[in-house]
């Protein structure tokens, strides 16, 4: 079976996605703004927003779609912002959903609030 990084990252030893036996798994993506380290200001509903467009653009170059989506895991600092990550969460998955897991964490890199990562079918 065949593996493929998408995006290899030079400042940390990760890879924005892996393609692997005909799905492509993306890291987990925080609500920064592209191309820097900068979480972006507004709350939980920007976060939310730009980790899922960060996503989406992954998907993207690696050739497949939000539509494709099969799982996603959210990390969230704080269990009060579900129903906010969630009203944004259902505008890119409005029919459909992929399968989910939500989990509160202790913290996450550079203050973020949320985290989110993806499976998608390739």
Not at 97 to 115: D, F, K, S
Request: proline share 5%.
């Amino acid at each position: 079976m065949e593996r493929e990084a998408i995006g290899p990252l030079k400042q940390i030893p990760i890879s924005q996605a892996v393609r692997c036996g005909g799905f492509i798994f993306v890291s987990g993506n925080l609500g920064l703004r592209q191309g820097t380290s900068e979480v972006v200001p507004g709350g939980i509903e920007e976060e939310t927003r730009q980790a899922l467009d960060n996503i989406a653009a992954v998907l993207r170059s690696a050739g497949s779609d939000m539509d494709r989506v099969a799982k996603t895991t959210v990390y969230l600092t704080d269990m009060a912002d579900f129903a906010a990550m969630n009203a944004v969460y259902r505008r890119y998955f409005p029919a459909d959903p992929p399968a989910r897991t939500t989990v509160q964490v202790a913290g996450l890199a550079l203050g973020a609030r949320i985290e989110i990562e993806a499976i998608a079918l390739a």
